[in-house]
């Protein structure tokens, strides 16, 4: 992010000079070069500062636990599109494991790593699945029953549906405004791997999928991460996960 600073102008007196010359050439002299050493600890200082309040957000986003009060959700939480449905309209699978009272709504709790990590990968234990088809991996999420079966999610090297490498989630702040890519997110469920990401590894933005967007306050961390991703192929094609994240970022 690139924030605009105010900073006072830096005012150099040299009443002296205009009263003997020879003291005016020191005077001149002294006062340049702490004018000189002034503006450049200024220019490093500010550059430091827009380093760390701008650009690339590299750490963990802290997942706060989702809940759902009267007819609102709060936290983290997902959400699955049926097969020819919209993001804005639904229609949602309904859940009947979910503890909401609108069951469309699956609530998240951050996992043993505290939630989704910027800048390296968080790849699922192996096995991944237990006998029963119930995701493992915990280090994101903590995995969620969903229709009997626990899932979850992860982020690897390897895009488990092509096969192909893919980058790390990354994200970038710009003036309070989140944008970036969580390619490699991959959803594990019943014994199958599911890529929900944006956009998808080879760079599309198939049907239901959408950017990352989010908010970001630097002061105190608190942000919040939005993306859709459609599944392609397999038994849940044409399906579009909906995944909300908030909670407090923390640079690594």
Known sequence: ??????????????????????????????????????????????????????????????????????????????????????????????????????????????????????????????????????????????????????FSILTAETDAEGGGSVEAVSITDEDGTLSGQTTAVTAAYGGSEFNQGAPKPDGSTPGETTAVTGTYDPETGAYTLDWASQIVGGSFDGFTGVWHLEGTFTAA
Do not use: W
């Open 1 to 150: 992010m690139t924030r605009t600073r105010t900073h006072r102008a830096l005012l150099v007196l040299l009443a002296a000079i205009a009263a003997v010359a020879l003291v005016a050439a020191g005077c001149s002299s002294d006062d340049d070069g702490s004018s000189s050493d002034t503006s450049e600890a200024t220019s490093e200082t500010t550059a430091a500062d827009d380093a760390t309040a701008s650009g690339e957000l590299v750490g963990t986003f802290g997942i706060d636990p989702g809940a759902f009060e009267g007819a609102e959700a709060t936290g983290s939480y997902f959400r699955m599109v049926q097969s020819g449905g919209t993001v804005a309209d639904g229609p949602f699978v309904p859940n009947a494991d979910s503890t909401a009272s609108d069951q469309t709504y699956t609530l998240l709790e951050a996992g043993t790593d505290g939630g989704l990590v910027a800048g390296s990968f968080q790849p699922g234990p192996d096995p991944l699945f237990d006998a029963d088809g119930n995701a493992l991996a915990d280090a994101i999420i903590a995995p969620v029953t969903f229709f009997g079966v626990d």
